[in-house]
């Protein structure tokens, strides 16, 4: 029997657009393990990162630094209402700065500066800013960032972060063996198609993850391709090839054979790499999913959007590979899953869509008839189970060998109980966790 | 430059101190505010919000909704979820943003109100003071909404000043209401745990109110003004609790307000050792220190309180370098372990975890601050 949808759902079906919920008050899950900005910026080897902004502003960012362990990486500058209402917030942000690179005990190579909605609004103009700050410490190379979470029809901080961090990469020489991984989180997997691919070639594949200090970080800008894969990063990738005049490679990670065999084929015609067999890759997904489906049995599954940016696409996956797929938690479409959504509405019509922020969802029924099994957090913890993939932004997943990692993780996951309580409230996941 | 904090945290904000002093109380509480302000508050400074459901939302703010003035958008979406979810009040904050364009809380809580049935009524914040601050404005925000007069209950206390922020460990108010029976008084209201709404509202029935921490001054200054219930500042610990279970018993026979911790510590000697933090449960452990270990001892307090809570040794200290400054020279300190950067070389650093400065980073070694024993402590 189907059950009752509460406001804050639909039914695939039921669609007729994939603006699926209006904008209305928002509550926020505790499911905590995506990456803020802070856990990005810490990307950067050896970097400093410091916040200007309001107490109440402050406390998450200096607290997810904290979590982290890593305090001494991490500096702020308090803004006051005086500061307003006297118009000395670029006084204070610029003497604050200053007053922090003195105060540390040794100057970093690179300091990310994140000013706030504050700066914004009151027009501070952080060009002069960094300007005095770069005449001052010229050894120092400023990263412009922002948190400016007001913005959200310009371009949102994560994206704003994930092509800034980017700026000190150099022009220079180009090593065309060299391909490097651009604006996720996560380094792709070891055994991850594209490795295999450039191998094959005689190329390599990097990441701001290989690198230990900031000098490795700046040997970045000798590759002769970047390739991005997170949908948040692409911008910044694109950004950051152009201006040092090289490829640019868009290829997010997808659960369509079709998409994964076209991006790979792409990826062997631009590098002139040699093709692999696609048909045995494919049968190697079937082989996967089937062995993972014989684990699940016919418990229902939940999918949400934090655990991979296309989670309509891996319920599709899952749905043709007979699996129970009753629930996709997401507040929005991805635009690049349009085609699965319509898909949905034909072949899936049952399958509730949900959204995850708005306000009926707090007090909703965290229990189901029975366990189901989740893929990412917010799925775990709505649908209330023990038995859930603990993946956050698509993980280390790309390409066929992506499809089967994570039909392993399903099963792996059907076989065994975690403790969501003590996992999912836990910042960025992958990162050190101090609490 | 006292703005910055090269390595130590910064406190709970106003936003934040207002949220958790509402939580238990079956209202619904909207932060005006693009985002940030709800996940920082419920995964850093919330212990509670994996268990229960409370109300508490944020707006979503728009860059262009707060240039072009969009209220309507934010009274039908208040409005909307109000009748869902049928809250006992609805409580507005502000954020930065907002306060810079000066929206009219006051006007769209009327709308609000009007447009559903539900009390309505506006928090004064902006996200730049800190919890103190924000829990002392709820506090009052809600005692004008639902506090009514009623005649004089003898031997009953109100408990003021509650929030995990402070007390850290979930049921710390317990041990607090058996400090107050065993001094003589039923507890009739707990600002703001383990107690209802309907409990609040008979506060002013009250014969005397206890202050545990610099949160619930407001509130006991409201009540000490509209309906001439005294308050006695001071957190039982251990050493200390005799005498403030004396000065609750003598602020209610008299009718007069004590601050028996605050002047109580401060004697001669030089001082050796400060307790930073939480004005009200520092200067308890220092009084008790002073009384049962002899000990000289000063509170830094790096919050935003009034002067009454700081004794003639004591320092109000702004950012890290003011607690860097008011440090030198003790040879112990008492203070949340992330305080350990700044704590000097060769000086002794007894951690006390404080919710409302390292967050979940103290949970694990959390200690409920009604076991506190200043000899146990400094041993």
């Known amino acids: 029997m189907l059950r009752r949808l509460g406001p ?58 904290a979590e982290m362990g890593a305090q ?12 307003i209402t006297r118009g000395t917030v670029e006084q204070v942000t610029l003497e604050g700065i200053r007053d922090v690179l003195r105060k540390l005990p040794e100057l970093p190579p690179c300091v990310i500066v994140f000013p706030v909605c504050t700066h914004l609004f009151l027009g501070v103009p952080m060009g002069r800013v960094y300007r005095q700050l770069e005449e001052e410490f010229p050894r120092v190379d400023f990263v412009r960032a922002w948190m400016d979470p007001i913005s959200k029809r310009r371009m949102i901080p994560d994206k704003r972060l994930r092509k800034v961090m980017y700026d000190p990469l150099r022009p220079c020489d180009p090593d065309e063996g060299l391909v490097v991984h651009l604006g996720s989180d996560h380094a792709l997997a070891d055994d991850c198609d594209l490795r295999g691919l450039l191998a094959a070639g005689g190329m390599r594949l990097r990441s701001i993850h290989d690198c230990a200090t900031y000098d490795e970080y700046r040997g970045l800008a000798h590759a002769g391709t970047f390739v991005s894969t997170y949908p948040n990063g692409s911008y910044g990738a694109q950004a ?61 599954l939940a ?67 029975r366990e189901m099994l989740a893929i990412g957090q917010r799925a775990a913890w709505f649908t209330g189970t023990s038995h ?4 956050v932004q698509g993980g280390s997943l790309w390409g066929f060998a992506g499809v089967r990692e994570m039909a392993r993780l399903v099963a792996e996951a059907a076989g065994c109980e975690r403790d969501a309580r003590d996992l999912i409230v836990r910042k960025g996941l992958g990162c050190e966790s101090c609490i | 430059m006292r703005r910055t904090n090269r390595i130590i945290p910064t406190y709970t904000g106003d936003v934040s101190g207002a949220c958790s002093a509402l939580f238990e109380l079956g209202g619904m509480v909207v932060i005006h505010d693009p985002s940030g302000c709800n996940s920082t508050y419920n995964t850093h400074d919330e212990t509670r919000w994996y268990d229960h459901d409370s109300l508490i939302f944020i707006t979503g703010l728009t860059e262009r909704d707060a240039i072009l003035g969009n209220d309507d958008k934010l009274v039908d979406d208040v409005v909307e979820a109000a009748r869902q979810l049928r809250p006992r009040f609805i409580a507005l904050c502000n954020s930065p943003i907002p306060f810079i364009s000066g929206t009219d809380f006051a006007a769209i809580c009327r709308l609000v109100e009007r447009a559903c049935g539900i009390p309505c009524f506006y928090v004064r914040t902006n996200g730049m003071h800190d919890y103190v601050t924000g829990a002392g404005n709820a506090w009052v925000a809600l005692a004008r909404r639902f506090v009514r007069p009623g005649a004089r209950c003898e031997g009953t206390a109100n408990i003021l000043g509650a929030t995990p922020l402070d007390l850290g460990v979930a049921g710390s108010e317990v041990p607090l209401r058996a400090f107050v029976g065993e001094a003589g008084f039923h507890t009739l209201s707990c600002w703001a745990m383990g107690s209802t709404l309907d ?58 307000c004590l601050w028996p911790a605050t002047v109580g510590h401060g004697g001669p000697g030089e001082v050796c050792c400060a307790f930073v933090g939480e004005p009200v449960l520092s200067a308890s452990l220092a009084a008790a220190a002073e009384r049962e270990m002899g000990l000289a001892a ?7 309180v009034p002067d009454e809570l700081v004794g003639a040794v004591d320092r109000c200290v702004e950012g890290e370098e003011g607690v860097e400054e008011a440090l030198r020279g003790v040879r112990t300190v008492v203070a949340d372990e992330l305080y350990a ?23 694990r070694t959390a200690v409920d601050p009604t076991t506190l024993d200043i000899r146990k402590l400094l041993a």
């Open chain 2, 298 to 304: 000063r509170v830094v307090c790096p919050l935003e």
């Open chain 2, 199 to 256: 409990d609040l509202s008979r506060a002013a029935e009250a014969q005397v109110s206890l202050v545990i921490s610099a949160s619930g001054l407001s509130v006991a200054r409201w009540l000490y003004e509209q309906a001439g219930i005294p308050y006695v500042v001071g957190f039982p610990v251990a050493g200390f609790a005799p005498m403030l279970a004396d000065s609750l018993r003598r602020a209610a026979r008299t009718g007069r």
């Open chain 1, 8 to 65: 804050s759902a639909v039914r695939a079906g039921e669609t007729s657009s994939p603006a699926l919920f209006a904008s209305r008050l928002e509550f926020n899950p505790p499911a905590h393990g995506t990456w803020n900005i802070v856990h990005i910026g810490m990307l950067v080897p050896q970097a400093h990162q410091i916040y200007v902004c309001a107490l109440n502003c402050m406390r998450g960012v200096v607290l997810t630094a």
């Open chain 1, 388 to 391: 859930f993939v603990n993946i």
């Open chain 1, 303 to 369: 999918v949400d959007a934090l655990a991979h940016p296309r989670p309509l696409g891996l319920a599709r996956l899952l749905l043709e590979h007979g699996f129970d797929v009753r629930e996709v938690y997401l507040d929005a479409v991805n635009p690049e899953e349009e085609d699965e959504l319509s898909w949905m509405r034909t072949h899936a019509p049952e399958v509730e869509l949900s959204a995850t922020v708005l306000p009926d969802l707090r007090v909703a029924p965290r229990v189901r008839e």
């Open chain 2, 341 to 363: 950067p700044i704590v000097g070389e060769g000086v002794r650093h007894v951690a006390l975890p404080h919710q409302a400065f390292s967050g979940r980073n103290g949970w």
């Open chain 1, 72 to 83: 001494d990486r991490f500096s702020c500058v308090v803004l006051h209402e005086e500061d």
């Open chain 1, 240 to 300: 950051c090839a152009e201006r040092l005049g090289r490829r640019h490679l868009y290829l997010p990670g997808s659960f369509s054979y079709d998409e994964i065999e076209a991006q790979e084929r792409q990826v062997c015609s631009e590098l002139g790499l040699p093709v692999p067999d696609f048909a045995t890759r494919r049968a190697s997904c079937d082989k996967a999913l089937a062995d993972a489906r014989e684990a699940v049995g016919d418990t229902p």
